[in-house]
T-cell receptor, first 114, second 112 residues
Framework: AQKVTQAQTEISVVEKEDVTLDCVYE???????LFWYKQPPSGELVFLIR??????QNEISGRYSWNFQKSTSSFNFTITASQVVDSAVYFC???????????FGAGTRLTVKP | EPEVTQTPSHQVTQMGQEVILRCVPI?????FYWYRQILGQKVEFLVS????????KSEIFDDQFSVERPDGSNFTLKIRSTKLEDSAMYFC??????????FGDGTRLSIL
């Protein structure tokens, strides 16, 4: 069965600090997808990135970067030079190719203080 | 950019009443999903729907729940006799293929 673990419940940083959110997953499938979503205080889920299991290339998008390592079953998310607007709950999620349902981690609440 | 629309944004219902949450998926999408998020907790999968039938459901999705695509555009989640513990944010999602899923903004359901 698929499982996602986000061990960090809450993180608090000061603006301009870099912060890494950890995500560890479990799956028996060889084909799967990993996601990160942001949930701001308004409650909606904002899609950030999708990665498939065959693409281990790290990705950078502005201040955001993702480090996918199959050897450690991790898909970590780094925010560089954090800003107050980055304050939100961040969810990592996994979906196996053989079924469509997404399994979310418990989320990490990030607070960026000015 | 097309988006998934959910109505209402907030629904308040008395315990024991039936409630229907509505979703309009993106028009050319074929896969539809409902998820639930109890306040302060993680997002949990409820059910997926494809080709006019349920393709997967979680243990949460018991006989109290049902889904329907009544008219080719709407996708509804019905809770037959609501309980206090059904209070949560309910997210609808849709997808063209298996992935990626596009989420609506959610309906906050409050059971009194």
């Amino acid at each position: 069965a698929q499982k996602v673990t986000q061990a960090q419940t809450e993180i608090s940083v000061v603006e301009k600090e870099d912060v890494t959110l950890d995500c560890v997953y479990e799956t028996r499938d060889t084909t799967y997808y990993l996601f990160w979503y942001k949930q701001p205080p308004s409650g909606e889920l904002v899609f950030l990135i999708r990665r498939n299991s065959f693409d281990e290339q790290n990705e950078i998008s502005g201040r955001y970067s993702w480090n996918f390592q199959k050897s450690t079953s991790s898909f970590n998310f780094t925010i560089t030079a954090s800003q107050v607007v980055d304050s939100a709950v961040y969810f990592c999620a996994l979906s196996e190719a053989r079924n469509n349902d997404m399994r979310f981690g418990a989320g990490t609440r990030l607070t960026v203080k000015p | 950019e097309p988006e998934v629309t959910q109505t209402p944004s907030h629904q308040v219902t008395q315990m024991g009443q039936e409630v229907i949450l509505r979703c309009v998926p993106i028009s050319n999408h074929l896969y539809f999903y409902w998820y639930r998020q109890i306040l302060g907790q993680k997002v949990e999968f409820l059910v997926s729907f494809y080709n006019n039938e349920i393709s997967e459901k979680s243990e949460i999705f018991d006989d109290q729940f049902s889904v329907e695509r009544p008219d080719g555009s709407n996708f509804t989640l019905k809770i037959r006799s609501t309980k206090l513990e059904d209070s949560a944010m309910y997210f609808c999602a849709s997808a063209m293929g298996v992935q990626p899923q596009h989420f609506g903004d959610g309906t906050r359901l409050s059971i009194l």
